[in-house]
């Protein structure tokens, strides 16, 4: 089946350096890709959707220019989180939209990235 | 109000019970839902689809109402790898296509 690969897993970093998600869609060209933050016992919240070759689109309250989204190819993601800070700890995840599931509402999910600032 | 609301729980159930849980939406403008199961610190798994008809797939049904906006997942027979936290989803495809999540049903199923 589809897979998309999410790197890194976890990560540790100082405040205010800067952290970069990747994820790449293994078997499939992700038109979409689907950024979203969880924090512990609360629901995956969606940050940002990006198509391929287009600026993302963000939602609402979430920074555009601190949370850097490039959807440069149709198999590449990647999210950047700029001038980290311990409140921006939470899991990442990522999730992809191909061309063959336009009529399928199946996303495919990376496998998250746990993200801890100190 | 959340979009999509459910029992935070924890549902602390003995293995074999049958355990059901539920879900309301608000926004009428989410077309079709789901359950995903989440374990701790790992992707969403999609579980299931949910029908207006009601789905069955193994110890899993789940069921719509639209009327309602209710939604729920009952669970035959629970197992020790059932424990994980289940999330209930609604798809928006109105102006763009999103997936709404709700903030889950933690389960715990004990020897």
């Known amino acids: 089946g589809a897979v998309v690969s999410q790197h890194p897993s976890w990560v540790i970093c100082k405040s205010g350096t800067s952290v970069k998600i990747e994820c790449r869609s293994l078997d499939f060209q992700a038109t979409t890709m689907f950024w979203y933050r969880q924090f512990p016992k609360q629901s995956l919240m969606l940050m940002a959707t990006?198509?391929?070759?287009?600026?993302?689109?963000?939602e609402q309250g979430v920074e555009k220019d601190k949370f850097l989204i490039n959807h440069a190819s149709l198999t590449l993601s990647t999210l950047t989180v700029t001038s980290a800070h311990p409140e921006d700890s939470s899991f990442y995840i990522c999730s992809a939209r191909g061309t063959r599931t336009v009529s399928n509402e199946k996303l495919f999910f990376g496998s998250g990235t746990q993200l801890s600032v100190l | 109000r959340k979009e999509v609301e459910q029992d935070p729980g924890p549902f602390n159930v003995p293995e074999g019970a049958t355990v059901a849980f539920n879900c309301t939406y608000s926004n009428s403008a989410s077309q079709s839902f789901f359950w995903y199961r989440q374990d701790c610190r790992k992707e969403p798994k999609l579980l299931m689809s949910v029908y207006s008809s009601g789905n069955e797939d193994g110890r899993f049904t789940a069921q719509l109402n639209r009327a309602s906006q209710y939604i729920s997942l009952l669970i035959r027979d629970s197992k020790l790898s059932d424990s994980a936290t289940y999330l209930c989803v609604g798809l928006r495809m109105d102006s763009s296509y999103k997936l709404i999540f709700g903030s889950g049903t933690r389960l715990l199923v004990r020897p």
């Open positions: 990006s198509n391929e070759g287009s600026k993302a689109t963000y």
